[in-house]
């Protein structure tokens, strides 16, 4: 592995995330399975569960952060699912090599069990190396990856408009010629060229080479002149096209150990618990939790926490003082500004087909276009970002903003209506109007606002991002 991780890009290779000395592998956990090993656990068969669930934590918190740091609103719920099943097989392949480098060491020369403490220093090497050196080439390179696949479905979405995508300059200050030929010749070709299928930032490990979706004229003619640099094993697929930040050449999955298929195909269908106090706790969601799913509802509470801890690390929201339900059973969702809580009707929430027919019912009654919920699988997406609007409205002192906006957006001009196109909920007051708009911006509706309040979003995104 440290021949393949060798080969990153030269031009962006002295990169580390800023993130890189925060990540730590659960020492817990890897104490655990030295001693599931030791104790005779089937390294062939089985997959460790403490080494698997924690390298899976680490893959979905750097998938978390990639996605973030994207400009392209990554509410995309079945893209999310993609994203971490792929992590899940992957961190199984990866766990089970490492069980297996790791057994295969418990032997000594004359054929005996190594006493314990023999074997922990024999094998401290292989876990440095697991733990800590690939493992923070791996969590940098996923960041990257899915920063690199987000930014993708948004070319291809404004492809019409801007057709093209320019190789970007590197920041790197030792910049080689992996690389810097393309972004040198200012190389610019359309977004369904083929050569993004066989070249493309993030095919080398750690690369911070970029792409730039634009309008100016394709440089065709330049794709003859280059000496294609290759993918390397991992990294030769499109995250973007199939959801793998690493893809199956990689010598985890392509060189695994015998066994190792049935092993992940067992571990993956073993779904494990949810833990969501905790993972309110690790990712600063909330200081507690005040509701407890049903068993039934645990799918559904789980993708509401993953989509809060994407968004709140993507617009620098301070943590809530708890998860609860709202005071109201037929609110779907609320905040409250008082005590600052958030609160989600699992109940409500869980049955989406229900709650999306009572809307077209309501749209029809009250003539409207359309909502700001596209679709059945929006409606988790679209009501976290509507509490969130909420509070970023707050936390961004836009309250005059908004108002000056809503009554502009109000207004019927030439035959537009911007207020009453996202819904009757809209027209209510600014503060539904903001709240609205902010669900509708991030979600895949986004291209049927109008000016006025698409323009009030912005200046929320260019507030967030000087935080």
Sequence with gaps: MDNLYGERCGVCGGFHNQLEQGIEFS???????????????????????????????????????????????????????????????????????????????????????????????????????????????????????????????????????????????????????????????????????????????????????????????????????????????????????????FSDSHPYIKEAYPGAKKAVEKAVAKKTKFDYKQFVLDNNIAQKVEITPKKSEEEVFQKILNQLNLRMKEFNIPPFSEIGAPRSKKALASWDDSDNSLNFNLSLLNNPKKVWNKLEEFRTKKGMKYNTISSVEDLVRDVVDHELGHKLLSLYHMRMDAIDTFGKAGVTIDGRNEVSEMGYYSSLEEHEYFAEAFAMYMGPERDKMGPLTRGMIERLIAKAKKK
């Design 27 to 245: 020492k817990e956990a890897l104490t655990q399975m030295l001693r599931d090993i030791y104790n005779g656990m089937n390294v062939r068969d089985d997959i460790q569960r403490d080494a698997f669930e924690e390298t899976l934590r680490l893959f979905n918190e750097a998938t978390v952060e990639g996605l973030s740091a994207s400009s392209y609103p990554t509410g995309d719920e079945l893209f999310l699912e993609q994203l971490r099943t792929n992590n899940e097989v992957f961190s199984a392949f990866r766990t089970h090599r490492m069980q297996n480098d790791l057994a295969a060491q418990l032997i000594d020369k004359d054929g005996k069990l190594k006493p314990f403490e023999q074997w922990l220093d024999d094998v401290q090497n292989i876990t440095d190396h697991y733990v800590v050196r690939w493992l923070r080439t791996e969590y940098d390179t996923a960041i990257l990856r899915a920063h690199q696949a987000a930014d993708w479905k948004h070319f291809e979405e404004y492809k019409d408009v801007l057709p093209n995508l320019r190789w970007m300059p590197t920041t790197s200050p030792d910049p080689d010629i992996a690389h810097k030929q393309y972004w040198e010749a200012k190389l610019t070709l359309p977004v369904n060229h083929s050569f993004w299928t066989r070249h493309r930032p993030g095919d080398r490990w750690n690369c911070k080479c970029s792409l730039e979706a634009t309008d100016e004229p394709a440089t065709t003619g330049a794709v003859g002149d280059f000496k294609p640099v290759p993918s390397v094993p991992g990294l030769d697929n499109n995250p973007a096209d199939d959801g793998k930040l």
